[in-house]
């Protein structure tokens, strides 16, 4: 499997992924910077968290509008995998990849802990390699991971199984605790919490493995 | 021209801003303030004198970055 992680100015978890698809690949993804308006040819973009931008206007927006957000859609829309990490996520709802926006958490405070996940879906070459309803850890650090979507858009996402990880005690006063949820196409995953941050045993925990080891099992 | 445009949360969206600005006010002793509701403030100058186009441009770009429609709304105010 071939990666690429996009970078912007203010990603601050893109040699995190790097890392970890590194690891878990066995060779380094190609690290794209913003401004490239051409991707090179790969079967996963990693669209990777931090503060794009600072954050300016809303978390994801100025991102959503660079140069190499054009071609990742085009890499989405030919069925490419893409998955957005904490920032990533919003990114991808700011550039209508995904439905629904990111919020300002409930607690207004920025959350930085290991939360336990239920995996809800394992129809997608991010979760195959999951059982369905497990429980998993990953580490969360946003202060705007609260999932909303109107309510028809919700019911939607969950009749349709796309609604992939499940907050086991909500952090963030998202809608259905939902923590990450896929595209119609089930080729577009956003999360907020980090499992790139998870595939290394000395480093927190190995729970995240099994996602990359899912796309290197569907896409290779 | 001068626009000014307010970027603000939709009905019904949740804002715990808002929220706990209210309960500050409350808590500072303003107990007659109930819900309160916090936005943007975005001013913008804008060169020409149609003011029809100024307006509709004003919200092309409002549709495309000031705002996110999922859960803003915005008002436009030309001077």
Redesign the interface.
Known sequence: MKAAVIVFPASNCDRDAKVALTEMTGKAPAMVWHQDSDLPDVDLVVIPGGFSYGDY??CG?MAS?SPVMRAVKAHAEKGGAVLGICNGFQVL??SHLL???L??????KFVCKPVTLKVEETQSAFTCGYNNGQSVVFPVAHGEG?Y??DDATLDRLEGEGRVVFRYAANPN?SARDIAGILSEKRNVLGMMPHPERVVDGATGGTDGRALFKSLIETLS | MKARVFVTLKNG??D??GK?IGHALNGLGFPQVGEVRQGKLIELEIAGSDADKARADIKAMCE???A?T??EKYEIELK
Do not use: C, S
């Open positions: 206007l809303r927006a509008q709802t700011e439905p629904g926006a919020m300002r958490n409930a607690g207004l609260n909303y979507a006063g | 969206v949740l715990p801003q706990a495309k970055l000031l996110n999922v859960i």
